[in-house]
Antibody, heavy 120, light 108 residues
């Protein structure tokens, strides 16, 4: 079964750092882009960026460039999303999703999400 | 950046009725790069339609997508109780992906 398993919920204070993970299984992890999507409480979906684990090529949405870092360790089929200094406005649900990009472009496999709460 | 505008914001319908959801792009979008997702409360989004009109694996045929250029439509022919949810369109272009703001389909 193709699946993405995300790390558990996090509660952090403003200014702290954080790295959440997304582990792929059931498919060739290095052959598909993996991306991250933010959903703030009660709001819609926002695409943050993607990484190709095969060569670590990374693209960011302009809205998130410089705010987060996307990385991957292909040896353990895991993608990461990290912050160096969290803000209260980073409070949200974060989903990872496999991107299908051959002729079409869509996200066909999603993780269940990681809730990040930033509060003093 | 291509902006996707979904309308209406909320659609109040009864089970068995037909739902028509609109997604309008600020500039032309490749049909190959237009997708629709369904999201229920507390769940991750689920892919419904890709390539503007192709159903994803396991999606019932009451869901259909159409459109081209700047205007796309998701139609649910007869609403089932499990279809009441929020629906998002998505496009990819110029190395950027954007979502529409979503349409909530609620029980009337």
């Amino acid at each position: 079964e193709v699946q993405l398993v995300q790390s558990g919920a996090e509660v952090k204070k403003p200014g702290e750092s954080l790295k959440i993970s997304c582990k792929g299984s059931g498919y060739s992890f290095t052959s598909y882009w993996i991306g991250w999507v933010r959903q703030m409480p009660g709001k819609g979906l926002e695409w943050m960026g993607i990484i190709y684990p095969g060569d670590s090529d990374t693209r960011y949405s302009p809205s998130f460039q410089g705010q987060v870092t996307i990385s991957a360790d292909k040896s353990i089929s895991t993608a990461y999303l990290q912050w160096s200094s969290l803000k209260a406005s980073d409070t949200a649900m974060y989903y990872c999703a496999r991107h299908y990009t051959r002729y079409y472009y869509y996200m066909d496999v999603w993780g269940k999400g990681t809730t990040v709460t930033v509060s003093s | 950046e291509i902006v996707l505008t979904q309308s209406p914001g909320t659609l109040s319908l009864s089970p068995g009725e037909r739902a028509t959801l609109s997604c309008r792009a600020s500039q032309s979008v490749s049909s190959s790069y237009l997708a629709w997702y369904q999201q229920k409360p507390g769940q991750a989004p689920r892919l419904l339609i890709y390539g503007a009109s192709s159903r994803a694996t396991g999606i019932p045929d009451r869901f259909s997508g159409s459109g081209s250029g700047t205007d796309f439509t998701l139609t649910i022919s007869r609403l089932e109780p499990e279809d009441f949810a929020v629906y998002y369109c998505q496009q990819y272009g110029s190395s950027q992906l954007t979502f529409g703001g979503g349409t909530k389909v609620e029980i009337k």
